[in-house]
T-cell receptor, first 113, second 113 residues
């Protein structure tokens, strides 16, 4: 079992819809969580970074972490065709001065105009 | 501020050859991490360097190695290439603290024939 599980999709939604992307993780040592967006043939781009349980909002994006159930989510409001990409969740954090990220396999999202 | 750059962007090699990939981090960033991305396994951590020292290493065979120079630029080397090494190799840089975020380059796409 991978430390971070993510439904690969693909997920297709109409423009303007609310998108919910989810991951579960098994490593209790994870201290922080990230969401990356990756367009085709590009490197991942950092979207959101959360440290504690709860919600963090940034424009149309909301990241949610529930450490008790080891569940992380990304919500996209008023989705746009430009949001079509693969979304990667990641967990990390251990040891002073060093860390590595463990990624889910990504969910491919298509927003249809 | 310029982002993370990786060279070359595309590479074709044959089995048994070796390859060297290069990464220049964001100016001022001292940590460089390398990841391998494949459709089947997703993003997997290879190793991380900070101030010319390898701090973390993932579960890859010894054919995969790296180094970091005094200007924080990093190289990774793969010897005795196998077909399964075909992947997108991504480099990410950060300031190096335990809670710092990572910024990815565009990647080097390696095809092994």
């Amino acid at each position: 079992q991978k430390e971070v599980e993510q439904d690969p999709g693909p997920l297709s939604v109409p423009e303007g819809a609310i998108v919910s992307l989810n991951c579960t993780y098994s490593n209790s040592a994870f201290q922080y969580f990230m969401w990356y967006r990756q367009y085709s043939r590009k490197g991942p781009e950092l979207l959101m970074y959360t440290y504690s349980s709860g919600n963090k909002e940034d424009g149309r994006f909301t990241a949610q972490v529930d450490k008790s159930s080891k569940y992380i989510s990304l919500f996209i409001r008023d989705s746009q065709p430009s949001d079509s990409a693969t979304y990667l969740c990641a967990g990390g954090g251990s040891g002073a001065g060093s860390y590595q990220l463990t990624f889910g396999k990504g969910t491919k999202l298509s927003v249809i105009p | 501020k310029a982002g993370v750059t990786q060279t070359p962007r595309y590479l074709i090699k044959t089995r048994g050859q070796q390859v060297t990939l290069s990464c220049s981090p964001i100016s001022g960033h001292r940590s460089v991490s390398w990841y391998q991305q494949t459709p089947g396994q997703g993003l997997q951590f290879l190793f991380e360097y900070f101030s010319e020292t390898q701090r973390n290493k993932g579960n890859f065979p010894g054919r995969f190695s790296g180094r970091q120079f005094s200007n924080s630029r990093s190289e990774m080397n793969v010897s005795t290439l196998e077909l399964g090494d075909s992947a997108l190799y991504l480099c990410a840089s950060s300031n190096g603290g335990s809670q710092e975020t990572q910024y990815f380059g565009p990647g080097t796409r390696l095809l092994v024939l």
